[in-house]
């Protein structure tokens, strides 16, 4: 059974990137989704996207053990200066959940790198499904798209329920000494587009 949306809110947002309006949708499981829009949206237009799942070690508290805070940031700058969508959504740790995502932190701890965590707590590499996320495009009217990822998952997740990628616009941050085991397991176990 699909998981339906349903528009709760819409309000003005103004951030240190620019002015968006954020449009809060909620889904079946009582989870409460956010897409920011900068711009005019247009169903026959190209719309330039970032889908972000959340992350709250590294979106709210920078964490160094991943690159998420700096992707979000550089999606934010990117619409901001030229109109798009960012839609965040509530599939934290690559949808395994905030407690799992910490235990998967003191795994990595001991050694495993972010893919051999996730699986050794009984979890694929990667829970995240975008069926939620096509539902709130559609909604705002998007259906072609310059995606803004690295991730050739979160590609096949959103064109598996009919979003039109028409470009995949890389969004590459340097990798630090706290993070590059994390953006290597990325790139050569969950076949990450990571040019570094």
Known sequence: MTNKIRKKEIVDLPTAYGNFKAVVYECDEGLHHIALIKGHIDENEEILVRVHSECLTGDVFHSQRCDCNLQLGKALKIIAEK????????????????????????????????????????????????????????????????????????????????????????????????NKKYLDAKKNKLGHFLEY
């Open 83 to 178: 109109n798009g969508v960012l839609l965040y959504l509530r599939q934290e740790g690559r949808g395994i959940g905030l407690l799992n995502k910490i235990r998967a932190y003191k795994l990595q701890d001991k050694g495993m790198d972010t893919a051999e965590a996730n699986e050794k707590l009984g979890f694929k590499v990667d829970e995240r499904a975008y069926a939620v996320g096509v539902q709130i495009l559609a909604d705002i009217g998007v259906k072609k798209i310059k995606l803004m990822t690295n991730n050739p998952k979160k590609i096949e997740g959103l064109e598996k329920f009919g979003i039109k990628i028409v470009e995949r616009i890389p969004l590459i941050t340097k990798p630090t000494t706290k």
